[in-house]
């Protein structure tokens, strides 16, 4: 019954305009939004290190692989597409390992995977990702509550059903207001003047409150989950809110004594602006 309810609130959600708005972002940067499509592989194993061309690849939701030369992020992995209206109807929700392989299975490992907040569709294909070849030790940054679901999969050798751990050891948390660096050194204070390596990759966190999905202020399955899962989530519900991000990034290319930086935000389905923030986003509607 409770799925039937949630079911005819997620209509009306729907019927009033998605789930994604309101989004802080001004008029004129809005990106367009185009059907995903599966990456050609050639475009991502022909890329090369010298190559300092930002590229940005969406998937949907805020699912985004950012790339400049050949390291780059990902953000609030899913691919397995399967609407709040289904999940609810149908009771649960699992990752589709093999769309994850179709559309991720190209990719060169990102250097870090970044959730913005913890509901399902902003982290349902994490761990489906993480077994891919070559991403078993990519960080994944995000909130307690991101850790938390996480310790609900367990990390399975390929050859025996040994248990190897649990995928939240992948799991950093997310630090705000302050420049981290996640390439080429993890963790460390991003520093304007170190020398000139060839690319490096910084994050900044800001707090923020997830949008209403109903007005005036309904959200689905907010709140924490406080204490580690012993199994996968099994429906949309166990995957709470958690904490809200939105992320800035900076991607630094350096080409000689040259440096050519991009900063990239990341909204998502963040509703409120901080006043630290707002500085930045002068940089972005220049
Ligand atoms: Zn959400």
Not at 20 to 42: E, F, H, Y
Not at 46 to 74: C, K, M, P
Not at 109 to 133: C, N, Q, R, W
Not at 150 to 160: F, V
């Amino acid at each position: 019954m409770i799925h039937l309810i949630l079911g005819l609130l997620s209509l009306m959600c729907f019927a009033l305009g998605g789930c994604s708005k309101p989004i802080p972002v001004s008029n004129g940067n809005v990106m367009t939004i185009s059907k995903p499509a599966i990456l050609d592989q050639r475009d991502y194993i022909e890329q090369r290190r010298e190559d300092l061309v930002l590229s940005i690849h969406w998937f949907g939701t805020a699912n985004y692989y950012i790339r400049l030369g050949d390291v780059g992020i990902l953000t609030d992995p899913f691919v397995s597409y399967k609407s709040l209206f289904r999940i609810v109807f149908s009771g649960h929700t699992k990752s589709d390992s093999e769309l994850v392989k179709s559309f991720y299975g190209s990719l060169n490992p990102p250097e870090a995977i970044f959730i913005g907040h913890s509901h399902y569709d902003h982290m349902l294909d994490t761990v489906e990702a993480l077994k891919l070849s070559g991403w078993n030790s990519v960080p994944v940054y995000g909130s307690e509550t991101t850790k938390n679901i996480l310790a609900g999969y367990k990390k399975e050798s390929p050859s025996s059903s040994q248990s190897e751990g649990r995928w939240s050891e992948n799991w950093r948390g997310t630090k705000t207001l302050e420049w981290i660096e996640i390439y080429p050194i993890e963790g460390k204070p991003c520093e304007e003047d170190e020398g000139f390596p060839s690319l490096s990759i910084c994050y900044k966190a800001f707090e923020a409150q997830h949008a209403p999905h109903l007005p005036p202020n309904f959200k689905y399955f907010s709140g924490k989950v406080t204490k580690p899962l012993k199994k996968p989530p099994h429906t949309a519900d166990e995957f709470k809110e958690g904490a809200t991000y939105v992320y800035l990034f900076k991607l630094i290319g350096r080409r000689g004594n040259e440096e050519l930086p991009y900063t990239v935000a990341l909204v998502g389905a963040a509703t409120n602006i901080t006043e630290d923030l707002k500085k930045h986003m002068n940089l972005l509607t220049c």
